[in-house]
């Protein structure tokens, strides 16, 4: 039977968005709320799946070994939190590439779900940014916009389209949209 999960965005959502990327674990910076969130929602049963375009390698800015010891260490921070990761699904591809695992396209929630055995109707996405809500919806999940990272722009932006968006503060706060029916 499949289970429902929440996707996390990484940058903007579990820590601090820099314009230049994170480069290593020493630019990482937890946004406050994080750790305490995604542990609210392991706790009432979600598993947690991380799913994050990472054009820097791409870009040749950091290396996938530099990434994926980033990717170590925060999945090593979201377990003692109480928060253990399902899955990590990361798209190393520019828009360039023209691939089908870069948000806003669903490939990274698509994979996750079939390799995980997730229920993509019962699951949501939270994002700081429209191209997350874009891949979720054509995913068949749910949407949460949280304002840390790069979300008041996108709120701003999503107002001038007409768009109605939960949205919540961060990602403690978003946990009540989330587990609402």
């Keep these: ?14 820590c ?15 946004i406050p709320g994080a750790l305490e969130g995604a542990a609210a929602l392991a706790k009432a ?22 990434l994926d010891g980033i990717l170590a260490r925060m999945r090593a921070d979201l377990e ?11 798209c190393p591809h520019g828009d360039e590439d023209r691939c089908d695992c870069r948000k806003p396209k669903p490939g990274l929630l698509l994979a996750a779900a079939h390799d995980l055995n997730l229920d993509l109707g019962a699951s949501t996405l939270v994002g700081d940014a429209l ?8 995913a068949g999940s749910r949407f949460v916009l949280v304002l840390s990272g790069q979300g008041t722009r996108w709120a701003a932006e999503a107002k001038k389209l007409g ?11 978003a946990v009540p949209l989330v587990l609402q029916p």
């Design 163 to 173: 768009l109605t968006i939960p949205t919540a503060q961060d990602l403690r706060a």
């Design 16 to 30: 601090e968005d820099r314009p230049d990327y994170v480069k290593s674990w020493a630019e990482w910076r937890w």
């Design 80 to 90: 003692a939190a109480g928060a253990p990761l399902a899955g990590i699904y990361v």
């Design 1 to 14: 039977m499949s289970r429902p999960a929440v996707f996390l965005d990484r940058d903007g959502v579990l």
């Design 131 to 138: 191209r997350d809500r874009e891949a979720a919806l054509a």
């Design 45 to 66: 049963g979600r598993a947690l799946v991380v799913v994050s375009n990472q054009a820097c390698v791409r870009k040749g800015i950091v290396s996938r070994d530099t």
